[in-house]
């Protein structure tokens, strides 16, 4: 039997851009996994740069229908995205091939702050107290409704990115015009497929030590990897 029989296969969602690439592939590696790449490369040169995989990370239901198509020919054992962009694919794409998989709501969850806070308040955990609003709004009318000092972030990107502590109304508009300003050029996001791509939350400042958490969970089993301070904290 030939190794293309015994290697699992795995299929490995990462955006042009990402930087965590190597450790991901270097892990394959070692546990002698085979690995396609599926990534968000121009459809038009992929034949010519020979990506085996290029996918339309602004649409997940295409990218989904895409990759099962390529299960056809080339049966996948698992999919794993490496960044929060690829997390909803991953997710949809495995249920649909019965591979190992989060529920697509949860993917859909984790990246999106704004559905996050709601299902967090539907748990009863103690969270900050939070409003969603449009970019097309008018800031200073929101500005002068808030409490101080207050937290503006955008519901889809990942992370940290374009959060802001504020201390006043003037501070607020400023920093709500500068979250308009990174979602507008911002390569990860695609206004026309999701509306909360236009919008940003606002939040209840809590103060304290700020850290993250790097972990796994499986099976209700949380494997923490490692708890470090933010290197841009908000106090």
């Known amino acids: 039997m030939s190794d293309d029989h015994i290697r699992k296969r795995l299929l490995l969602l990462m955006p042009t851009t990402t930087y965590r690439a190597?450790?991901?592939?270097?892990?394959?590696q070692q546990l002698d996994i085979e690995v396609?790449?599926?990534?968000d490369f121009c459809h038009v040169?992929?034949?010519?740069?020979?990506?085996?995989?290029?996918?339309?990370?602004?649409?997940?239901?295409?990218?989904?229908?895409?990759?099962?198509?390529?299960?056809r020919a080339h049966p996948l054992d698992a999919i794993v995205p490496v960044d929060d962009k690829t997390t909803e694919i991953a997710?949809?794409?495995?249920?649909?091939?019965?591979?190992?998989?989060?529920?697509?709501?949860?993917a859909v969850a984790s990246r999106n702050k704004y559905r996050l806070r709601t299902l967090l308040d539907r748990a009863e955990v103690a969270s900050p107290a939070y409003s969603r609003y449009e970019l097309t709004d008018d800031p200073v009318q929101i500005a002068s409704e808030q409490t101080y000092p207050c937290v503006l972030k955008p519901l889809l990107l990942s992370g940290s990115r374009g959060v802001i502590r504020v201390d006043t109304p003037e501070t607020f508009?400023?920093?709500?015009?500068?979250?308009?300003?990174?979602?507008q050029h911002s390569p990860d996001l695609a206004p026309g497929n999701d509306p909360d791509?236009?919008?940003?939350?606002?939040?209840?400042?809590?103060?304290?030590?700020?850290?993250?958490l790097e972990g796994l969970l499986m099976h209700g089993d949380l494997r923490v990897l490692a708890i470090f301070d933010k290197p841009d904290p908000l106090e």
């Open 22 to 28: 190597e450790p991901f592939l270097e892990a394959a």
């Open 45 to 71: 040169l992929a034949d010519e740069w020979n990506v085996p995989l290029a996918l339309r990370f602004r649409d997940p239901s295409q990218a989904v229908v895409d990759i099962i198509d390529y299960d």
């Open 36 to 39: 396609v790449v599926g990534t």
């Open 91 to 106: 997710a949809r794409a495995c249920e649909a091939l019965a591979l190992a998989h989060n529920a697509p709501a949860a």
């Open 197 to 212: 791509a236009q919008r940003l939350l606002v939040e209840s400042y809590i103060p304290g030590v700020e850290v993250a």
């Open 173 to 183: 508009v400023q920093a709500f015009y500068r979250i308009g300003r990174i979602l």
